[in-house]
């Protein structure tokens, strides 16, 4: 089970990346076996960005932001929605040397069932790290959050996603259709609640 760790000291943004984003951590770091996830803040901004290239988002709602400028938008609204706490968006690092991993979200957060979302960079596929970041987040979310289960859509073809939602006790529940893909939806339980 993932623990809280303390937040460290606070992130500083190089002079050559300055923005209008806060830096502080508005809620603590949660911390697995291998990683740990921390709020989004602009310090992690250049390094998410990178990450968001059109093989990996081939399997999710969005397509890669055209420039950096075009990202801190989007950044900026993680941010305002992680401090109204109606969103919260995580930064995936690894535990031992703090390289970026990848992104875990917790969508509309005071519905009933949050829908999550995770991605991670193309380079860290394969290790594990989706499975591992993802239940951090849903026993984060049964600490803090009002939840009865959790939504979990995935592309039909992300083979790799579906596994994790089933290794959680998700069951498919629904399907959608985008203009990308067809997806499936899992329903993963809360732990400690019935299903």
Not at 69 to 97: C, K, M, N, P, S
Not at 164 to 193: C, D, H, N, W
Request: glycine share 10%.
């Amino acid at each position: 089970m993932a623990s809280i760790v303390e937040p460290g000291p606070m992130l500083t943004e190089p002079t050559a990346r300055r923005t209008l984003w806060p830096v502080k951590p508005l809620i603590n770091p949660v911390q697995t076996e291998h990683l740990v996830l921390r709020p989004f803040s602009c310090a992690d901004g250049h390094e998410v960005f990178a990450g968001i290239t059109p093989t990996l988002t081939r399997f999710m709602a969005f397509d890669p932001p055209g420039s950096f400028a075009a990202f801190e938008t989007i950044g900026q609204e993680w941010l305002r929605l992680i401090e109204q706490g109606a969103e919260y968006t995580f930064v995936i690092r690894h535990l031992q040397d703090g390289r970026f991993v990848g992104i875990a979200a917790v969508h509309r957060a005071t519905e009933g069932e949050p829908e999550l979302g995770i991605w991670i960079s193309e380079r860290e596929h394969g290790q594990g790290y989706g499975r591992e970041a993802v239940r951090a987040v849903v026993h984060w979310c049964a600490e803090r959050l009002a939840a009865v289960a959790y939504r979990y859509p995935v592309a039909v073809d992300n083979v790799a996603s579906r596994r994790i939602a089933e290794a959680l006790g998700g069951q498919v529940v629904g399907t959608e259709q985008s203009a990308k893909f067809a997806s499936v939806v899992y329903r993963i339980p809360v732990p400690g609640l019935p299903g």
